[in-house]
Nanobody, 126 residues
């Protein structure tokens, strides 16, 4: 059984930066094909933010964050990161880490992922 634990959320002013992390316990990320970040704002559905192919390192981003956010991994630390720059108030949400056991082109769909973290709150003030 794998557990994903997010950390690093907080309050930041618009234009600022924040990095959230996702650490795995139980099984290493090497057992998974895709790691993803999703977010959910109040009253909205959970939406795709970014994903990384664990073996190739290929990265994918939602259009709304492309050029501002960066997903990366540290195999030795069994951790995936989401670096968020030029933050906007509309980036305010709970950010969730997710892991998929199988590779899929549908990295942007929630149903692709088998395990989820509990989320970390990111609040961007204007």
């Amino acid at each position: 059984q794998v557990q994903l634990v997010e950390s690093g959320g907080g309050l930041v002013q618009a234009g600022g930066s924040l990095r959230v992390s996702c650490a795995a316990s139980g099984r290493t990320f090497n057992n998974y094909r895709i790691m993803g970040w999703f977010r959910q704002a109040p009253g909205k559905e959970r939406e795709f933010v970014a994903a990384i192919n664990w073996s190739s390192g290929a990265t994918y981003y939602a259009n709304s964050v492309k050029g501002r956010f960066s997903i990366s991994r540290d195999n030795a630390k069994n951790t995936v990161y989401l670096q968020m720059n030029s933050l906007k108030p509309e980036d305010t949400a709970v950010y969730y880490c997710a892991a998929a056991r199988l590779y899929s082109d549908a990295y942007y769909q929630r149903s692709t992922y088998d395990y989820w973290g509990q989320g970390t709150q990111v609040t961007v003030s204007s």
